[in-house]
């Protein structure tokens, strides 16, 4: 038996759940290993000075985790599996896409145990999971997004939320059911390339709304209506991509304003607004009959989640809208939704999405500190910056002149829609890259620009 106290970090949370925390930190940190009997319940109880029903629920927690064993009359153990995982394979650590915008990965111990442990407690339903499912996803799963949904401030009945395979395959879904080929969209004149594609495979006719430096202009979005009559508009508000400009709170007001006065359905693509502090408040909030919200999990816990919890304008949609998922992919898949549920439940997603607002935050801090003197755009949690070229210097030639490298450049030409390209790159500062290697990259970028504009 170790003599083992944990350190109870609570930040608001029940003391039970504290314990269970420490002791999934403290396998990550290779203090508790695995076979190691942990203090009776009784005695950490007198130790740390509460009773002991709080203890016994620690423990409990910490075995529905996976955690421990505990075994009548020998007492609770360190489990097995909790820190002798599998080995990595190799093949699969060398896949990631760089042309994508990725969330900085884990790199704490105990975060990504944690992470793995909820792997552990969802495999006891493995086979109940294989099975097909409601293509608008479980009550359990339903109750863990509006849970997720409250930190963005809604609080939908669960008649309108829908379990869906990613934002793209709802992006694809929604525009089946309010368009048909030849119809046309709003977007933003610079937008995500994601949603241009999705538009063009449907074959719809795309324009892009005048922006500023505070994104899509009310008035020119008012405009735009009368004129195209469009079946749905679609934004990004939140550090878009691949500006990262966050549309402000009385902007988005008067956005709802003109989108009551038309009836015109908006898509809300809320892909980082789990990320920031104090993100203002999504416009489903202001215009929740006629908004698609989805809340993605690939930027704020990770991309290979493949999950968005959907908020539909009202009941018939969102059945609609399942109707058409089913159709498209049958459904979101049970296992990653359990687990989605599990972390959200454990608190497992808030660490993560914690982890990467603190990260990003100093990988903007690096790349302001390496880009000092070019011109860019950039906020302090988005995952990328838009960087604007000097004069003479081509943005293919860039790209180019970065291939083979780990850190993502896309050319503005994928992003703008009615409106010339300009010589603007996206940079990328997320996924497996560490600190130190990103800001090797930034310098190698850096010189590769002043090397072309000398050129030039």
Known sequence: MIDWTPDLETEGRPRYMAIADAIEKDIGRGILAAGVRLPPQRSLADRLGIDFTTVSRGY?????RGLVESHVGRGTFVAKQANSGNEPDPQRMAEEDLSMNLPP?????????RMQN???YVSANLLQLLRYQSPTGSDRDKMAASTWLSLRGMMPNNARVVITPGAHSTICAILAILTNPGDTVLCEQITYPGFRNIAARCGLNVIGVRMDDHGILPEALNDAIATHRPKAVYLNPTLQNPTTITIPNDRRLVI???????GVQLIEDDAYGFVPARAPAPIAVSAPDLTWHIGGLAKCIGAGLRLAYTVAPNAKEAHALGQIIKTQAVMASPIMAALATRWIEDGTADQIRRFIRSETAARQAIARDVLDGCTFRSEENAFNVWLSLPEGVGRADIVARMAGRPIGLLSSDAFTVGTPPGEHVRLCLGGSLSRDALRSHLYFLVNSIQHNSYMG
């Open 256 to 262: 709802s304003e003109v989108l009551n006065k038309h």
């Open 105 to 113: 990965e884990p790199t704490d111990a105990a975060l990504v145990a």
């Open 118 to 120: 909820g792997l552990n």
């Open 60 to 64: 409990s927690e910490a075995q529905s």
